[in-house]
């Protein structure tokens, strides 16, 4: 049985996001059929200063896409309904100083 790393990668998309990098990998199954993995990582430091990555991956599969697209866009929606000045403000500050921990990314083209 082959491990999900040894599955096709069809196409890649990376999102740096402050101290996070976001993955969206789509890869093909055995069948041809295409599913996506999402991988968040996090470079975590030891006291000694060396440091290691600390991932976490999501696998969404094509019968889940268009409920997981309508529950992001549900949720962001609220967020920016609810506290949209806050973020549009705090996007603005942090771009000017080159480091951005929210990166808008348009889940249509997924």
């Not at 295409?34 to 996090?42: M, Q, V």
């Not at 470079?43 to 991956?57: E, Q």
């Not at 949720?75 to 480091?99: C, H, L, M, P």
């Amino acid at each position: 049985m082959k491990d999900y790393k040894d599955q096709e990668e069809i196409f890649s998309n990376k999102v740096r996001a402050g101290k996070r990098t976001y993955f969206f990998d789509v890869r093909a199954t055995r069948a041809n059929d295409y599913y996506l993995t999402i991988t968040e990582s996090k470079k975590i430091f030891n006291d000694d200063g060396s440091h290691y990555f600390k991932k976490h991956k999501i696998f969404l599969y094509k019968e889940d896409f268009e409920k997981f697209k309508d529950a992001l866009a549900e949720s962001v929606d609220y967020i920016f309904k609810n506290k949209g000045q806050e973020i549009i403000s705090a996007t603005k500050n942090e771009s000017k100083d080159g480091d951005s921990s929210f990166t808008d990314v348009n889940f249509e083209d997924i």
